[in-house]
């Protein structure tokens, strides 16, 4: 199963309809895009690569990257999508660990990627896209679509990295099929006269929301700002109906607080997939009375794409539900391709109530981590996707998740998780964000210390101490509160705790006040 499938069967069926669009403006038809799809991968073979090479693409958002997409596994080519904004020495890693051949970039990145050519082994051409290099390819003689299996990698996902050097999940066909099956099965039906809108790095969870929209014959919308605020939202609605589109909270957050969406009409938004980072109640409870219930909420990772747990736009509406608050600040119930547990340090499944690691088995979860085998063997013992993260379920097998393990903190020998701390302080009005990480303490093993980004009027020590002695438990109530401009986060909005951590040891601690 070749997902370049899609294009193809959907180029002869839809051959007019919109598939790519900018702005109010048709890109190409179905039509058009297969025809490029079949040109450029014939492109992409002339150049001396073969079927299971490596094909990189590092471009902002743009019709041309799902063009390259597309047209790399027609010809039987692995992708490897890279976040555009990562560093170049980022950039170098991820290209030289996944033995890339040829990496495709727009001009606003060549400066990053060119030099790369020279120190990068792997990488024999840098080609321009839009540009004449581009142009030639799509001049070729279509070429027959390559036949893939479905355990033939077709995506490398590479990690945040949070933690270290990135790992690049290996996506299969198969993998990729299924995610987009459990969309259909989780999130909602597609129609073909719906569309998808690109507001999210597709190297990341809007290219793999796209996918059940291609599938579909659906049109892929990109923003003519690269960006999205409510302005523009309402003019792509007014002309794209049945729209969808994946967005960090973040992103959710800074839209639903948008002057132009209070009151519009927005009836032609169909779906807001979000996920990626926690969203705190408040700003959830904001977002639904801008939007309505047309939010759904996804736990997943790259190892298993965006697949694992849910809460449904069912559950976001269903606030007659005694828990709805507290099933709100949690991830949801099983999507419907996986099997999910919570356990212990041996792998020993617990009942509900008791906290452990999640783990995740089904046809959606990666072949392993490309050229890493004894990362994957770990991750992967006993046939199950070790998460990383710490939840528990309830009885009626909705998942909670309290941390990642590694950001549990013990405190005099209690489990302390920064997610509920931080849930406390947000519902003071004076911080505007916060993390929590533990810090070294001598005689109680590890302290709790909160990073707050105050608003105005700015919160004192006393009032934060205040909003937590009157939520949680005194124990977990922080030691310390740092006042800071902003938190550190990587490219996809997650906040870097391991930097946070490095500043008890790496120079002086941020000022106090």
């Known amino acids: 199963m070749n997902l370049a499938t899609w294009v193809e069967r959907n180029g002869r069926r839809r051959r007019d309809a919109p598939a790519l669009a900018v702005g109010d403006e048709v890109h190409a038809t179905w039509a058009q895009f297969a025809e490029r799809v079949a040109a450029a991968a014939t492109g992409l073979r002339d150049r001396g690569l073969a079927p299971g090479d490596r094909v990189a693409i590092l471009m902002r958002n743009r019709p041309e990257y799902l063009e390259a997409q597309f047209a790399a596994w027609h010809a039987g080519l692995i992708a490897v999508p890279v976040n555009a904004r990562l560093h ?133 919308v990109f923003p003519a700002s690269g960006a999205l605020d409510g302005p523009e939202l309402l003019t792509l609605l007014a002309r794209w109906r049945g729209m969808s589109f994946f967005a960090a909270p973040i992103m959710v957050t800074r839209l639903a607080g948008d002057p132009a969406l209070a009151g519009a009409d927005l009836s032609g938004l169909k779906t807001i997939i979000y996920g990626g980072a926690p969203m705190y109640l408040a700003d959830l409870e904001q977002a639904l009375e801008t939007f309505g219930p047309r939010l759904a909420q996804i736990y997943g990772q790259g190892e298993t794409p965006m697949t694992i747990t849910g809460l449904s736009m069912a559950d976001h509406a269903d606030r007659d539900h005694p828990r709805w608050r507290a099933r709100m600040q949690g991830v949801g119930f099983p999507r419907t391709d996986v099997e999910v547990r919570v356990v212990d340090l041996d792998d020993g499944e617990l009942p509900p109530g008791e906290a452990g690691e999640v783990v995740v088995r089904g046809r959606v979860v990666m072949a392993g981590y490309w050229d890493q085998p004894e990362e994957t063997a770990e991750t992967m013992r006993g046939g199950w996707l070790h998460t990383g993260d710490v939840g528990s379920f309830d009885d009626d097998g909705f998942l909670t998740l309290h941390d990642r393990s590694k950001d549990l903190i013990i405190s005099g020998g209690m489990n302390i998780y920064p997610r509920e701390v931080e849930e406390a302080l947000m519902t003071h009005p004076g911080v505007r964000s916060v993390a929590v990480v533990g810090r070294y303490d001598p005689e109680w093993g590890e302290a709790v210390v909160a990073f707050v980004v105050p608003d105005d009027p700015a919160p004192t020590a006393a009032d934060l101490d205040r909003t937590c002695l009157d939520r949680i438990a005194r124990y977990k109530r922080p030691k310390e509160y740092h006042f800071v401009e902003a938190l550190p986060t990587n490219n996809y909005g997650k906040v870097l705790k391991r930097e946070l951590r490095q500043r008890f040891t790496d120079g002086p601690p941020p000022q106090q006040r």
Not at 121 to 144: C, H, I, K, N, Y
Not at 145 to 157: C, G, I, Y
Not at 160 to 168: A, I, V
Not at 188 to 209: F, I, K, N, T, W
């Open 88 to 220: 170049r020495e980022e950039i170098a890693y991820v290209l030289g660990h996944s033995g890339t051949s040829l990496v495709l970039t727009d001009e606003e990145h060549l400066d990053d990627v060119g030099p790369l050519q020279e120190s990068v082994e792997s990488v024999r051409s840098v080609l321009v896209v839009p540009g004449p290099g581009w142009d030639a390819l799509l001049g070729a003689d279509a070429m027959p679509l390559v036949d893939r299996a479905a355990d033939d990698p077709a995506w490398l996902f590479y990690t945040s990295g949070t933690t270290g050097r990135p790992k690049g999940a290996t996506l299969t066909h198969g993998n990729l099929l299924m995610a987009s099956l459990s969309y259909y099965a989780d999130i909602g039906p597609v129609a073909e006269e719906d569309c998808v809108l690109h507001a999210a790095p597709l190297s990341h969870g809007s290219g793999l929301y796209g996918l059940p929209h291609v599938a579909k014959g659906a049109a892929s």
